[in-house]
């Protein structure tokens, strides 16, 4: 049953556009992550929250930046995208603080930047 | 930094035979170890997770077991399915986060 819900689900868009993509989550977790998984299937962590507050800020591109409006919503926005941007942003939670606890995934947001 | 080393990228045995992924880690924490299995589509799911020494950790017919000395964590299972055709990561918990490895990816043939 999908208790971290991610939209959108695809996304396809130019060189240079900003896009967004959106995550809650319904299991009362406190913290949030995003994770990119690219064409090679690797897994790395780009940002975590914890009650809102930033706690893990990977080296990533200036053009990403987080978004948390409650600890249940943890957004992404790309300001300008690149080709290298194109992978599937996961969305995760974790009922431990500071990644003690098992991740739940989202189903993913797949971004296309031609 | 942490870091979690799966050696086999990709995996294609018979139904039946055994399974056996390798996983081992280096991290300065007292750490959980966990297994991670995406099937094609879907989201990363977690199989198993142990923080105990020595202890064997099963669910859905995996098994693995935490040794310490050898900062080792490998997947097995008895006999394969053709349903366990999936990609699996290894991962741990370090500092403030969970790493994972490259992933192996398990294709099991009738």
């Known amino acids: 049953e999908t208790a971290v819900f991610q939209t959108p689900n695809y996304h396809v868009t130019q060189v240079g556009n900003e896009v967004s993509f959106n995550c809650k989550q319904t299991l009362g977790h406190d913290t949030m992550y995003w994770y990119k998984q690219d064409s090679k299937k690797l897994l790395k962590i780009m940002f975590s929250?914890?009650?809102?507050?930033?706690?893990v800020n990977e080296t990533v591109p200036r053009r990403f930046s987080p978004q948390s409006s409650d600890k249940a919503h943890l957004n992404l926005r790309i300001k300008s995208v690149e080709p290298e941007d194109s992978a599937v942003y996961l969305c995760?939670?974790?009922?431990?603080?500071?990644?003690?606890?098992?991740?739940?995934f989202g189903e993913g947001s797949k971004l296309t930047v031609l | 930094g942490d870091s979690v080393t799966q050696t086999e990228g990709l995996v294609t045995l018979t139904e039946g035979l055994p399974v056996m992924l390798n996983c081992t880690y280096q991290?300065?924490?007292?750490?959980?170890l966990f297994w991670y299995v995406q099937h094609l589509n879907e989201a990363p799911k977690l199989l198993l997770k142990?923080?105990?020494?020595?202890k064997r950790t099963e669910h859905q017919g995996f098994h693995a077991t935490l040794h310490k000395s050898s900062s080792s964590f490998h997947l097995q299972k008895s006999s394969a399915q053709l349903s366990d055709s999936a990609l699996y990561y290894c991962a741990l918990n370090g500092n403030e986060k969970i790493t994972f490895g490259a992933g192996t990816k398990l294709t099991i043939k009738p």
């Open positions: 991290t300065a924490y007292s750490t959980f």
């Open positions: 929250y914890n009650n809102k507050q930033l706690i």
């Open positions: 142990s923080s105990t020494d020595n």
């Open positions: 995760a939670s974790s009922p431990g603080q500071r990644g003690t606890g098992q991740l739940y």
